[in-house]
């Protein structure tokens, strides 16, 4: 499933690279077009898709009560895994279009503040007349030569210090701090938790000492899902009111969303089972599917409020396709059913 996951982003990437070459939208647009086309609501979407489709007469699925325990299991393993991604991914995806573009505005900015009337140019070109005084020029012929052997300086460097300061370079660059979002945290406390039997024990379980702690997170995931839908609903009504977007950028996106990706999920999919790389639980393999028919992820909204670059724009994409998911969800839902059965 993370393979699967990593898939709907990358692909979903790349669709929407050429949905920005076609429709050539503003460069402040450019990481919006491309995080919409590659990040799906993983979270609380599947978690309400998988239990309705269990409880349906006639389910491809198998015992109801069976179905919901285990697709229940493969939703939260989706939502931790695209949570992760999310922020690690498209976040940076966001961030560095509108980091341009908030570097070309300052800089605009600057120039009309330092150029009026053409006072910058006087400064560059004939304020600087005066001469050095003689007295900096004088160097020592010691001093010179220690100057003059770089590699020597460079090998005195410690080697831990030129580690730290690479790493530092490569956090400022990727921004680490976003993987540490608070969902992107709670999957991975999940993660170690599942993962260590040490702590699984005392967590889980009927007898496990510190079950409180499954109880209140369980609580409050039970509540996860109605507010996550009054956020969806807000941020939907935002959209009425928002700023026009392009036409063809919006259907274009909705092409990739419920066309696109649903069909090159199909052929993954079934390619990945026919080599035995996919078990043949119908469950497991409609979740696959689905994971390449959701609508663009909520907290997409949430990145581009972070950089201000395409808030309006990002509410009106988000009524159209979540407008339209209604219709392309029970569609390609019955289609999967029909598929895996």
Not at 121 to 148: Q, R, T
Not at 161 to 182: E, T
Not at 322 to 329: D, N, T, V
Request: aromatic content about 10%; overall charge positive; glycine content about 10%.
């Amino acid at each position: 499933m993370p393979f699967n996951v990593l898939c709907t982003f990358l692909i979903g990437s790349a669709l929407g690279w050429i949905l920005v070459k076609i429709t050539r939208p503003p460069r402040h647009l450019k990481g919006l077009v491309l995080g919409c086309c590659a990040a799906g609501n993983m979270g609380n979407l599947p978690l309400i898709i998988i239990p309705a489709v269990c409880k349906e007469k006639g389910s491809p699925f198998g015992a109801p009560d069976v179905c919901h325990k285990y697709g229940m299991e493969y939703a939260s393993l989706s939502m931790a895994i695209g949570a992760i991604y999310l922020w690690s991914y498209v976040y940076n995806i966001v961030r560095i279009f509108s980091r341009s573009v908030n570097e070309k505005d300052n800089t605009a900015e600057f120039t009309s503040k330092m150029n009026p009337g053409g006072g910058a140019a006087e400064i560059l070109h004939g304020s600087c007349s005066e001469e050095l005084p003689p007295k900096s020029c004088s160097i020592s012929v010691d001093y010179a030569n220690k100057c003059m052997l770089p590699s020597e300086a460079k090998m005195k460097i410690p080697i831990l210090y030129a580690i730290k300061n690479s790493l530092r370079m490569f956090a400022r660059k990727i921004n680490l701090r976003a993987l540490f979002a608070p969902s992107t945290t709670g999957a991975m406390i999940g993660f170690i938790i599942g993962i260590v039997p040490q702590i699984r024990k005392f967590i889980i379980g009927g007898t496990a000492p510190l079950r409180v702690i499954l109880d209140s997170a369980s609580f409050l995931g039970e509540a996860a899902i109605p507010t996550l839908s009054l956020i969806l609903g807000g941020n939907l009504l935002k959209g009425l009111k928002g700023s026009g977007v392009l036409r063809w950028l919006i259907i274009g996106i909705i092409a990739v969303r419920y066309i696109f990706l649903p069909l090159l999920g199909i052929v993954i999919v079934k390619s990945a089972l026919r080599f035995g790389l996919v078990h043949s639980d119908p469950l497991y393999q409609f979740v696959l599917l689905l994971q390449y028919a959701l609508p663009p992820a909520m907290n997409i909204g949430t990145i581009t409020q972070l950089f201000g670059a395409g808030k309006s724009e990002c509410s009106v994409i988000m009524l159209w396709t979540y407008g339209l998911a209604s219709i392309s969800l029970t569609l390609w839902s019955a289609f999967f059913m029909w598929l895996v059965a």
